[in-house]
């Protein structure tokens, strides 16, 4: 394999400072924005940290390397009779300061189209030239949860000891693959320590910013690690769209109805798990996974073609 240091650049001459709590090692968190990111969950989060921290881009890997510009064109600005400015996508490590002054990194950008196995080992690379302790990744995927729900997360991590929080949603999946998954395994692979949050995001919100996830994300990585992240705003956010979602949906019974009925499965769900693990029997007329996306799927389908009040 060619050499992995030739995907990127070191900026600057930044190292963790000395006689601080990055003694013990830094996180590195990293938010890919492509495949594995519903609801914009952890683009959200990690431009929120990039925009409200204070910090400097430490690294940039070279995008014209990893990147399908065809697949993902980025934007420029046409005025009247001329092409006024291009925004070029951008990879790169953030060194970033927490609410107390506690240093961490932050990689992100758009998930590489190709060479992974590269971009895994430069990402590597990085590791120990920063003194990494822990590699932590964000994402989101659609599930058939509801929205009226807290949000809930998938944890995974090289290792099990490494996991606090039992995962409600379990079982043996074949999925796609992504940079940041290849990137844990590999990582793992060379006894190093890595976990990653899933947010669960509404199937039905997959495509817009929901940023309650990117909070439940971050807070997350605040009570693994230790670092006081400002999560507050997006909180707020969160709330906000809520309220909005909930406006538009009380103009559509049917959508009404299949929300109310996700809130039922959703709860009966969470309770017949809960019943499991204290010894009790589980209730097999519990929808499984499988039929609350069919149920799902079919309202979407329905909104598509119009056939919901007529439209």
């Keep these: 394999m060619p050499d992995p240091a030739e995907l990127y650049e070191i900026v600057g001459d930044w190292e963790p400072p000395a006689g601080s709590e990055s003694d013990a090692g830094l996180v590195l968190m990293h938010a890919l924005d492509g495949f594995l990111d519903a609801g914009s969950a952890a683009q959200l989060a990690a431009n929120h940290l990039v925009e409200t921290l204070e ?56 998930e590489p189209d190709v060479m992974w196995e590269r971009f895994t ?7 120990d030239r920063f003194g990494v302790r822990l590699v932590v990744g964000l994402g989101g995927v659609p599930m058939t949860v509801p929205h009226t729900r807290p949000t809930t997360l998938t944890t995974h991590g090289t290792r099990s000891d490494l996991l606090r929080r ?58 693994e690690t230790g670092l006081l992240l400002p999560v507050g705003s997006l909180h707020q956010a969160g709330v906000t769209r809520l309220r909005e979602i909930d406006a538009q949906l009380a103009d559509d019974p049917q959508a009404v109805g299949v929300v109310k009925a996700l809130e039922e499965q959703y709860d009966s769900f969470v309770a017949n798990r809960q019943q499991a693990e204290l010894g009790g029997e589980a209730d097999d007329n519990v929808p499984t996974g499988e039929e609350l996306g069919a149920e799902l799927e079919r309202f979407l389908a329905q909104l598509e073609r119009g056939e919901d009040d007529g439209r």
């Design 55 to 110: 910090g400097e881009v430490v690294a940039k890997f070279d995008i014209d390397l990893l990147h399908d510009y065809r697949a993902r064109r980025p934007p420029m600005v046409f005025v009247e009779d001329h092409y006024e400015s291009y925004t070029a996508p951008q990879l790169a490590v953030h060194a970033l300061k927490d609410s107390t002054g506690v240093p961490f990194l932050l990689l992100t950008g758009p």
């Design 121 to 127: 080992a430069a990402v590597g690379q990085l590791t």
């Design 166 to 223: 039992p995962n409600v949603w379990r079982g043996n999946l074949r999925i796609p693959g992504s940079a940041s998954a290849l990137l844990e395994l590999r990582l793992g692979e060379q006894g190093k320590d890595a976990i990653g949050f899933v947010a669960h995001v509404p199937h039905y919100l997959a495509s817009v910013e929901f940023p309650q996830a990117s909070a439940a994300l971050l807070d997350a990585v605040a009570e």
